[in-house]
C-alpha cells in the first residue's frame, strides 16, 4: 500500500523558514512507482479543525498550484519529477503556523490504479 511520507518539520523561531517534503513511497503491492497526480497539504493545531494550506495538482501542460489565502505570500508548493517529490515552502513563520502539516496525494500506481492516501504528518513549532 501507497505510504505518503513527510518529512522537514522542526523547531524554528518566528519569522525563519521551513520546507517540508512529501513522497509517495510504494508498497510491496504497488507495482513498484507511484505516479502524483496531486499533492493538498493540510495542517492541524490543537483546538483547531484540520485547514487546507496549499497543494499542486499534475497537468499535460504542468502542474497548477494553489496557495490558501491564510498563507498567501509565504508558503509555496511546488514539485520535484526527478525526486517525484513535492515541498512546501514556508516562509516568515509565526506562531499561528504551528501545527501537524499533513500531505494528501491522489496517487496512481500500476496494480491499484489511482487512490487517495494521507500521510502520519510532520510536526512543524514556531517559537515566538
Known amino acids: 500500500q501507497v505510504q505518503m511520507v513527510e518529512s522537514g518539520g522542526g523547531l524554528v523561531q518566528a519569522g525563519e523558514s521551513l520546507t517540508l517534503s512529501c513522497a509517495a513511497s510504494p508498497g510491496q503491492d504497488s507495482g513498484g512507482l507511484t505516479v502524483i497526480n496531486t499533492v493538498d497539504w493540510y495542517r492541524q493545531a490543537p483546538g483547531r479543525q484540520r485547514e487546507l494550506v496549499a497543494g499542486?495538482?499534475?497537468?499535460?501542460?504542468?502542474?497548477?498550484?494553489h496557495v490558501e489565502e491564510i498563507v498567501r505570500g509565504r508558503f509555496t508548493v511546488s514539485r520535484d519529477t526527478t525526486l517525484n517529490m513535492v515541498f512546501l515552502k514556508m516562509n516568515n513563520l509565526t506562531s499561528d503556523d504551528t501545527g501537524t502539516y499533513i500531505c494528501?496525494?491522489?496517487?496512481?500506481?500500476?496494480?491499484?490504479?489511482?487512490?487517495?492516501?494521507w500521510g502520519r504528518g510532520t510536526q512543524v513549532t514556531v517559537s515566538s
Open positions: 499542486i495538482v499534475r497537468r499535460n501542460s504542468g502542474d497548477d498550484t
Open positions: 494528501a496525494g491522489n496517487i496512481w500506481t500500476p496494480t491499484k490504479g489511482a487512490n487517495n492516501y
